[in-house]
């Protein structure tokens, strides 16, 4: 396995299209990294320019200390791995894994070895006769996950991988994908705009936006300090709430209402609230109307209109008995407010 560098690099197709810009990221030997970020915001090319299936328009990329900038994609020993499977559909299963093993001349067994401890791994072992079209979804990925594994590559790169799978097997397939890089200890480079997979796969999260990276970090440090109102905003479902705020003395002033807070510059400002930080109780000091609960079992979630118009998104207890048309009192635990500036960046104070 190998770390990955990216040194300042930018892409831009024909004059003026710039796709990615002055990307600089380290990723450490055996790190599972995310990018993640919205659809045009630069994470699927910055995989391809690391295979070199895209070139720099400037910059460097180096693979364990190597400059790989200007080599072709087969010297740069990567595994990708799509969200389309791109399996060979004349092939069997072990034809499609043992493929790049055949081309690079491998004796028999050795290549028998290797799909077969792979087919373990995976749970595969009983499709290896199989023909693609005879496959599930999920047993289509595992056999693409395969192929990619048997090469021993030292990065394996993921390109959505998962999002052609319902729910309930993309949940069963991303925990798959965690057990692997446990036990393969590989460097891992994956793409999505899922952040329940950033989430949950990643031991970093690369947040993008419009070519540019907006915050590196573990998950729940994304999570609970974003450094701007876009991350706040992208990441978390339901998303972050937000309302005008202004800050005048030791109080936040709101269309809503007033909120004690210490030692932040008097200045207008969006005051940021994940829904689970919305406190619901009687005789709170905010209160919305309500349009929509959802019902989700372990949890409501209610979305409403304050009184100044602005929408609320609140994580209640099942056995709260709201009603769309119904009114619902709340608070804010200050504890875990977040706000930010009102400029072009929305930057964290």
Do not use: W
Request: net charge negative; aromatic share 6%; proline share 4%.
């Amino acid at each position: 396995m190998a770390a990955v560098r990216f040194d300042g690099v930018s892409k831009v197709y024909g004059k003026d299209s710039r796709a990615l810009s002055d990307f600089s990221l380290d990723v450490e030997d055996g790190e599972f990294v995310v990018l993640v970020g919205p659809s045009g915001c630069g994470k699927s090319t910055t995989l391809r320019v690391l295979a070199g299936l895209e070139e720099a328009t400037s910059g460097r990329v180096y693979i364990d200390g190597m400059d790989v900038t200007d080599e072709t994609p087969s010297k740069r020993d990567i595994a990708m791995v799509f969200q389309n499977y791109a399996l060979y559909p004349h092939m069997t299963v072990f034809d499609n894994m043992a493929f790049s093993l055949k081309m690079r001349k491998l004796p028999g067994e050795e290549i028998k070895r290797s799909v077969n401890e792979t087919a373990n791994i995976l749970g595969i072992s009983e499709y290896l006769e199989r023909k693609p079209k005879e496959l599930s979804g999920g047993q289509r990925q595992r056999v693409a996950l395969g192929r990619a594994i048997v090469r021993n590559p030292k990065v394996f790169l993921f390109d959505e991988p998962l999002s052609n799978l319902d729910a309930k097997l993309r949940v069963q397939m991303r925990n798959e994908l965690a057990r692997l890089h446990s036990q393969l200890k590989a460097t891992m480079i994956y793409v999505t705009h899922d952040q329940a997979e950033a989430m949950t796969l990643g031991d970093r999260i690369v947040v993008l936006k419009d070519g540019y990276i907006q915050q590196v970090a573990p998950p729940l440090e994304v999570y609970n300090n974003p450094c701007n109102r876009f991350v706040a905003g992208f990441i978390g479902s339901p998303a972050m709430n937000f309302f005008k705020a202004e800050v005048a003395g030791s109080a936040i002033q709101t269309v809503n209402g007033s909120l004690e807070i210490a030692d932040t510059i008097d200045g207008a400002y969006t005051l940021g609230v994940r829904p689970e930080d919305i406190i619901v109780r009687e005789q709170g000091p905010f209160n919305c109307s309500v349009e929509v609960v959802e019902t989700l079992g372990n949890e409501k979630v209610v979305i409403g209109v304050t009184e100044s118009g602005e929408q609320l998104t609140a994580r209640c207890s099942p056995d709260i008995d709201i009603h769309p048309g119904g009114n619902l009192e709340f608070g804010i635990d200050m504890n875990k407010i977040h706000l930010f500036a009102i400029d072009g960046v929305g930057r964290k104070i």
